[in-house]
């Protein structure tokens, strides 16, 4: 049977009808591409404080959805981390509004490099979308201001009952830690990241792009970051230490430990953290009792922690540990005298009272030999370290060449930090001057602190070094740096002993 004739291939194409097909999906990542080369960088702004200047629907005139504000509320409850690429909200501007010499960060990761946005004039910004985060925050922060000042009231009303019960007590206990939370939850909560665009070159052609940008929820589409995996963890890790008895809480929180290193085991980084008992449990149970002072500094950050673990943690880990752990002691229940008492003896002795000098060293070791079930809770310190950080930073960032040296260089403006501080706790504790010792259990706790913080930041004469600052972000960095310098000088001296001329 003889082979069928093919056609022969003439060149001409079929004549096509009608207009040509659009891939929807490929247009999409078009203008996506297009929208990205118009990003300049990105900052932060305090989104609660430029509400009025903030400028929405100018290109996606989309109402208000009230399940979606609600549903935004309700993971804010989880934690609000939004120095990130998927919560950040897009701005549209004209770069020159930028004041001269800001410059803008690429991307969020590192959060610590992130500038504040400054412009040079008070006029709008024009925010591509984010309403219902904005929606969410204001309704958000709203709610737990309310909280607070429900909760402040009903603690001053205990503090000011003359022998309260120990129910009342107890329940002056349980809200002071639930307004530490809270005050956590409010700290810098409308500090929020920005990712910028360029005006100019987003509607250069037009407001497609814009239009876009708008309307696009890939380009923020939502990925948890390592600091809410790493907080997440230590949350757990805490609940369980807390929820343990006295001696079994250690082993209980690194069994806890154990558990979230086999869970999270394909992350590199976050893992190189985990496998650091001491950083973990330092983090866990002691700055997360501490508020939100501690959370937002780089301890908190995993980028941070895994590059400092190669370099003095294990030290820097114990020193920290040893100022918490004096927080503690200058918390005690234990008794102890008044702070009117105490600075009157300190005077008889700097006066030259030999009897009074006895009280005073005594008194300065009952504070060093607090035991371990004697100490307080880490966690009173939460509504005021933030302040008691800034007068150590402002007293004695000047002379910390000179840090615990008994001499006027350093003295003198220690002096100086001691009244600030002394002050501060006064007044957040309401400590006044008609306070009368012996009516309220909880205000004679809080005056003993007093007193013990007095003689702990007064120098002692028959020593040869004065007493450092109290723990927070300033004696933090003072510590890190002190361990850098003696690491490089480490290094120095061995790369002399391996030279041979």
Same mark, same amino acid.
């Given at each position: 049977?003889?082979?069928?004739?093919?056609?022969?291939?003439?060149?001409?194409?079929?004549?096509?009808?009608?207009?040509?097909?659009?891939?929807?999906?490929?247009?999409?990542?078009?203008?996506?591409?297009?929208?990205?080369?118009?990003?300049?960088?990105?900052a932060?702004?305090?989104?609660?404080?430029?509400?009025n200047?903030?400028?929405?629907?100018?290109?996606?005139?989309?109402?208000?959805?009230?399940?979606?504000?609600?549903?935004?509320?309700?993971?804010?409850?989880?934690?609000?981390?939004?120095?990130?690429?998927?919560?950040?909200?897009?701005?549209?501007?004209?770069?020159?509004?930028?004041?001269?010499g800001?410059?803008?960060?690429?991307?969020?990761?590192?959060?610590?490099?992130?500038?504040?946005?400054?412009?040079?004039?008070?006029?709008?910004?024009?925010?591509?979308?984010?309403?219902?985060?904005?929606?969410?925050?204001?309704?958000?922060?709203?709610g737990?201001?309310?909280?607070?000042?429900?909760?402040?009231?009903?603690c001053?009303?205990?503090?000011?009952?003359?022998?309260?019960?120990q129910?009342?007590?107890?329940?002056?206990?349980?809200?002071?830690?639930?307004?530490?939370?809270?005050?956590?939850?409010?700290?810098?909560?409308?500090?929020?990241?920005?990712t910028?665009?360029?005006?100019?070159?987003?509607?250069?052609?037009?407001?497609?792009?814009?239009?876009h940008?708008?309307?696009?929820?890939?380009?923020?589409?939502?990925?948890?970051?390592?600091?809410?995996?790493?907080?997440?963890?230590?949350?757990?890790?805490?609940?369980?230490?807390?929820?343990?008895?006295?001696?079994?809480?250690?082993?209980?929180?690194?069994?806890k430990?154990?558990?979230?290193?086999?869970?999270?085991?394909?992350?590199?980084?976050?893992?190189?953290?985990?496998?650091?008992?001491?950083?973990?449990?330092?983090?866990?149970?002691?700055?997360?009792?501490?508020?939100?002072?501690?959370?937002?500094?780089?301890?908190?950050?995993?980028?941070?922690?895994?590059?400092?673990?190669?370099?003095?943690?294990?030290?820097?880990?114990?020193?920290?540990?040893?100022?918490?752990?004096?927080?503690?002691?200058?918390?005690?229940?234990?008794?102890?005298?008044?702070?009117?008492?105490?600075?009157?003896?300190?005077?008889?002795?700097?006066?030259?009272?030999?009897?009074?000098?006895?009280?005073?060293?005594?008194?300065?070791?009952?504070?060093?030999?607090?035991?371990?079930?004697?100490?307080?809770?880490?966690?009173?310190?939460?509504?005021?370290?933030?302040?008691?950080?800034?007068?150590?930073?402002?007293?004695?960032?000047?002379?910390?060449?000179?840090?615990?040296?008994?001499?006027?260089?350093?003295?003198?403006?220690?002096?100086?930090?001691?009244?600030?501080?002394?002050?501060?706790?006064?007044?957040?504790?309401?400590?006044?001057?008609?306070?009368?010792?012996?009516?309220?259990?909880? !205000? =004679?706790?809080?005056? %003993?602190?007093?007193? @013990? *913080?007095? /003689?702990?930041?007064?120098?002692?004469? #028959?020593?040869?070094?004065?007493?450092?600052?109290?723990?927070?972000?300033?004696? !933090? =960095?003072?510590?890190? %740096?002190?361990?850098? @310098? *003696?690491? /490089?000088?480490i290094?120095?001296?061995? #790369?002399?002993?391996?030279?041979?001329?």
């Amino acid at each position: 049977m003889p082979p069928r004739r093919t056609a022969k291939a003439t060149g001409k194409k079929r004549a096509t009808t009608g207009a040509p097909k659009i891939d929807p999906g490929k247009e999409t990542q078009k203008l996506d591409s297009q929208v990205s080369k118009c990003k300049a960088g990105v900052a932060w702004i305090d989104i609660l404080a430029t509400i009025n200047t903030l400028k929405f629907g100018t290109y996606n005139d989309r109402s208000e959805n009230e399940a979606e504000t609600v549903k935004l509320m309700g993971s804010f409850k989880g934690g609000i981390v939004p120095m990130k690429d998927s919560s950040a909200i897009p701005i549209i501007i004209n770069l020159k509004r930028i004041k001269p010499g800001l410059t803008l960060a690429p991307d969020f990761t590192n959060p610590e490099e992130v500038p504040q946005l400054e412009l040079s004039d008070g006029n709008e910004i024009i925010v591509a979308s984010g309403q219902h985060r904005l929606a969410a925050l204001k309704r958000y922060h709203g709610g737990l201001k309310d909280e607070l000042t429900a909760l402040t009231k009903k603690c001053a009303k205990i503090k000011e009952l003359k022998h309260p019960s120990q129910d009342r007590i107890d329940s002056y206990n349980a809200m002071r830690l639930e307004m530490s939370e809270i005050l956590g939850q409010l700290e810098g909560i409308g500090k929020w990241g920005v990712t910028v665009y360029n005006e100019v070159k987003l509607l250069e052609k037009g407001d497609t792009l814009a239009t876009h940008l708008s309307r696009n929820s890939t380009l923020h589409e939502y990925k948890e970051t390592e600091e809410e995996v790493l907080m997440t963890i230590l949350k757990e890790i805490k609940k369980v230490y807390d929820a343990a008895g006295n001696d079994k809480r250690m082993s209980c929180a690194l069994e806890k430990l154990n558990e979230m290193r086999v869970l999270h085991a394909k992350n590199a980084r976050l893992q190189k953290v985990l496998q650091q008992d001491g950083v973990c449990m330092l983090l866990a149970t002691r700055f997360l009792r501490l508020g939100p002072h501690f959370r937002r500094r780089h301890e908190f950050k995993v980028t941070w922690l895994a590059k400092a673990i190669d370099v003095n943690m294990g030290l820097y880990v114990s020193l920290a540990d040893m100022r918490c752990t004096l927080l503690c002691k200058l918390a005690s229940k234990k008794a102890f005298p008044s702070y009117k008492d105490v600075n009157s003896l300190l005077t008889k002795a700097k006066a030259g009272d030999a009897a009074a000098a006895i009280k005073v060293k005594a008194l300065r070791e009952s504070i060093a030999d607090c035991e371990p079930k004697d100490e307080g809770d880490l966690s009173m310190w939460a509504e005021v370290i933030s302040a008691i950080d800034t007068h150590a930073a402002t007293t004695l960032e000047a002379v910390s060449g000179f840090m615990e040296e008994m001499s006027p260089t350093y003295v003198s403006p220690l002096s100086t930090y001691r009244d600030q501080v002394i002050k501060t706790l006064q007044q957040k504790w309401g400590l006044s001057s008609r306070f009368e010792a012996g009516e309220n259990e909880i !205000l =004679d706790h809080q005056d %003993s602190v007093v007193a @013990r *913080v007095l /003689l702990q930041l007064t120098p002692d004469d #028959t020593t040869a070094q004065a007493p450092a600052p109290l723990l927070g972000g300033f004696t !933090l =960095d003072y510590i890190w %740096s002190c361990l850098t @310098r *003696v690491q /490089l000088g480490i290094g120095e001296n061995m #790369t002399l002993r391996e030279y041979t001329p």
